[in-house]
């Protein structure tokens, strides 16, 4: 492989990601095999491949799964069981959906409550905030900034890539001006290029949800 720094930056902060309802164990096995072949920060996989996922990249690779997905109206309950069941599993990191209609209700208490909930289920392991910024108001999303920060979580992400649109330059803008010390940021759906990638970044990105990019570096060799 001749990657040049650069190229093996965005790839360290690339969440190698398969979530798709068609997805099997061949082709998860291959996202991890490819994920630890160019030095990915983790793969993002479906809840059902956890334990599989865990037992077959050993230390190699840090292991993400997904809470609520991709609608997050599920309850709260469920939600702390499906992260407890992914910690058990052998979850590194959680990337969980908000309750969308509770944020637009304006019941923000129910919103911060339940990211609290499952940030403590998560036992220490890295918690994503998936607030699908494609259904939200600019007002909406900065709440979301301030409750991602008051609630004790590690990152604020864009977009589940199962709604009407994905990760905006404008969007990573807006939250790194908006969410408090000490959060990061996840961008997420349609990242499609190194360029895009690189301007995340540049934005104030830390994690990048995508299947693409290693696709295109695999492609360059």
């Known amino acids: 492989m001749n990657l040049d720094e650069k190229q093996r930056q965005i790839l360290g902060k690339v969440d ?50 997904v809470i609520g997905f991709p609608n997050g109206n599920c309850t709260t309950s469920t939600k702390v069981f499906e992260t407890e069941d992914a910690v058990a599993n052998g979850a590194d990191e959680i990337d969980m959906v908000i309750n969308i209609g509770m944020l637009k209700s304006g019941n923000e208490a129910y919103v ?7 940030q403590k289920a998560c036992q220490g392991r890295i918690l994503k905030v998936i607030i699908e910024t494609c259904l939200l108001t600019n007002q909406e999303k900065i709440k979301m900034c301030e409750l991602v920060t008051e609630s004790g979580a590690d990152y604020i992400k864009t ?13 990573i803008a807006l939250f790194a001006s908006h969410v408090g010390e000490g959060i990061k940021i996840k961008a997420a759906g ?6 895009d ?10 994690r990048l949800g995508t299947s693409r990019i290693v696709k295109i570096v695999k492609s360059m060799e």
């Open 16 to 65: 190698h990601t398969l979530l798709l309802q068609t997805a099997t164990w061949d082709e998860i096995r291959e996202l991890c095999d490819d994920a630890i072949r160019y030095g990915t920060a983790s793969v993002c996989i479906p809840p059902c491949y956890v334990k599989q996922a865990k037992e077959y990249v050993k230390e190699q690779m840090r292991i993400c799964t």
């Open 112 to 118: 911060l409550d339940e990211i609290r909930q499952i």
């Open 159 to 171: 977009s589940t890539g199962f709604s009407t649109a994905g990760a905006t330059f404008d969007d």
């Open 190 to 195: 349609g990242i499609s290029s190194l360029a």
């Open 197 to 206: 990638a690189e301007k995340f970044v540049e934005l104030g990105a830390d």
